[in-house]
Each structure stands twice: as structure tokens, then as C-alpha cells.
């Protein structure tokens, strides 16, 4: 079974810190996706990235894809109270029936 | 509003009982699937169905069936239910199955008591 790992696995700051997640694998995906989960609510995807090294904008999210497509990272400017969620990878093949795996997932709370 | 819904929103039930879990999907998707969320937040696919046909069985107990009686309706039967099946489980679906992301529902939370 592939793994994706996602650290830190908590992430606690106050309102306008900056802060990155990682998502890290030893497999390459054909894609990989970012979702917030808010509680009592399913995940949202914010984005999906498919080509090595790619780098995707959503306002203060910047998403990075690795050059090997193994690994991807989010980085969040200036985090707003809103920002609060559970942060999901996952990871897809395209020859897997479009199987996705997720990672473990990253707790994030910002302060006000 | 286009959107992925299932029913119940909460499942509280004895160890033992048969229960269903319904989704309905109407973003015209040709592929849905099951997944569930343990108590860790950690996320797992258990069936995938593409045009009605069943593409993805993960190691799922028998106890859990899925019908799937048209595109849109993806429904999950278990039966004789245990304490570890408590967990949240979500519906999704995507427009193909190869590598598109999918669009989640708002999830049933089943507990077993």
C-alpha cells in the first residue's frame, strides 16, 4: 500500500503567521490533490496538480508540486482564523481505476 | 444546487443491526464511490463504481455491500454491524475514473453501540 506522509500532523499559529505543509510519498502520482475539511463537513478540493515542479496560486494558498511528482507542499501567507481545517493530500493514478490515496492529514488552527 | 448528498446525516445503532446508508449524486458524474474516515481523520476508499459497474473493492468485509441501481445513486448495505464499523463514512464522485478528483458528500457519521 502506498503511504502518503503529511507533516506536522498538527499545526497551531496566530492570525497572520505563515506556515507549510508537507505531503511526501515514495511514489510518483499521475496527480495530486489538496483538500480542507471543516468539521461535520466532507472534504473540499482546493486544487490539483499534475505536472512535476508545477506551482498553482488560490489567493494566500500556494500549492508545489515536486519535480518527481512524489511529493507536494502548501503554504499558507498571512493565515486568517477561515483557514482553519483539516488539510488533506491525495494522491492519484490514473492506470487505478482512479483510485485516490490520502495522507494522514494536518490539523491546522489559526488563532485570532 | 449541484451537489453529492447521502442520508442519514447520523446513524446511531446496536451491534448486530442491518443498515443502509443512501447517496445521491446530480452532477451528471459516471463514476462514485465509498469512503470511510476512522476516528484519526484518516481517510480510505472501500468500493468504486463506474457506470454501475463495480471497479474498486478494497479488503472490505463482506458485511458491506454497495448497489449501485443507477449512475447517480450509490448506495451501502451493511449488515450485522460491529463496533469497529463506528466511523464517518463519505460519498464521492468524479467524471471518470482515471485520476479525476473527487467531489465529496457531506458524510454519515455511524456509531455502534
Known amino acids: 500500500t502506498q503511504l502518503l506522509e503529511q507533516s506536522p500532523q498538527f499545526l497551531s499559529i496566530q492570525e497572520g503567521e505563515n506556515l507549510t505543509v508537507y505531503c511526501n510519498s515514495s511514489?510518483?502520482?499521475?496527480?495530486l490533490q489538496w483538500y480542507r475539511q471543516e468539521p461535520g463537513e466532507g472534504p473540499v478540493l482546493l486544487v490539483t496538480?499534475?505536472?512535476?515542479?508545477e506551482v498553482k496560486k488560490l489567493k494566500r494558498l500556494t500549492f508545489q508540486f515536486g519535480d518527481a511528482r512524489k511529493d507536494s507542499s502548501l503554504h499558507i501567507t498571512a493565515a486568517q482564523p477561515g483557514d482553519t481545517g483539516l488539510y488533506l493530500c491525495?494522491?492519484?493514478?490514473?492506470?487505478?481505476?482512479?483510485?485516490?490515496?490520502f495522507g494522514d492529514g494536518t490539523t491546522l488552527t489559526v488563532k485570532p | 444546487d449541484t451537489a453529492v448528498s447521502q442520508t442519514p446525516k447520523y446513524l446511531v445503532t446496536q451491534m448486530g443491526n442491518d443498515k443502509s446508508i443512501k447517496c445521491e449524486q446530480n452532477?451528471?458524474?459516471?463514476?462514485m464511490y465509498w469512503y470511510k474516515q476512522d476516528s484519526k481523520k484518516f481517510l480510505k476508499i472501500m468500493f468504486s463504481?463506474?457506470?454501475?459497474?463495480?471497479?474498486i473493492n478494497e479488503t472490505v468485509p463482506n458485511r458491506f455491500s454497495p448497489k449501485s441501481p443507477d449512475k447517480a445513486h450509490l448506495n451501502l448495505h451493511i449488515n450485522s454491524l460491529e463496533l469497529g464499523d463506528s466511523a464517518v463514512y463519505f460519498c464521492?464522485?468524479?467524471?471518470?475514473?482515471?485520476?479525476?478528483?473527487?467531489?465529496f458528500g457531506p458524510g454519515t457519521r455511524l456509531t455502534v453501540l
Open positions: 464521492a464522485s468524479s467524471q471518470g475514473s482515471s485520476g479525476r478528483a473527487p467531489r
Open positions: 511514489s510518483v502520482f499521475s496527480s
Open positions: 496538480v499534475v505536472t512535476g515542479g
Open positions: 491525495a494522491g492519484t493514478y490514473n492506470t487505478n481505476a482512479g483510485k485516490s490515496t
Open positions: 452532477l451528471g458524474h459516471d463514476t
Open positions: 463504481y463506474n457506470n454501475k459497474e463495480l471497479i
